[in-house]
């Protein structure tokens, strides 16, 4: 197991304390740590799928009036 320091505002740290003072904080701030990574590699995911939807030329077919006339004639 890793052994990490952070700096935090001493504001954060007093507050840390008084809610989470009974419990595990090590375990609290790797829970912490393993969620950013997740909402993270969610962004990344996130970001290249939209990436690709913007950057694929978009095949949609075209059709004049005349033809969308004559299709919605024959299928009635």
Do not use: C, H, W
């Not at 304390?17 to 595990?24: E, I, L, S, T, W």
């Not at 740590?33 to 690709?52: D, P, T, V, W």
């Not at 978009?58 to 004559?70: I, L, S």
Request: glycine letters at 2%; proline letters at 4%.
């Amino acid at each position: 197991m890793a052994t990490v320091n952070f700096s935090v505002p001493d504001e954060v740290k007093k507050e840390f304390d008084k809610v989470f003072g009974d419990q595990n904080k090590s375990s609290i701030i790797a829970e912490l740590m393993r969620r950013a990574l997740r909402e993270r590699q969610i962004q990344i995911r996130r970001k290249r799928l939209f990436e690709q939807l913007n950057s694929s030329p978009r095949q949609r077919p075209y059709f004049t009036n005349a033809e969308v006339r004559r299709a919605r004639t024959a299928a009635r």
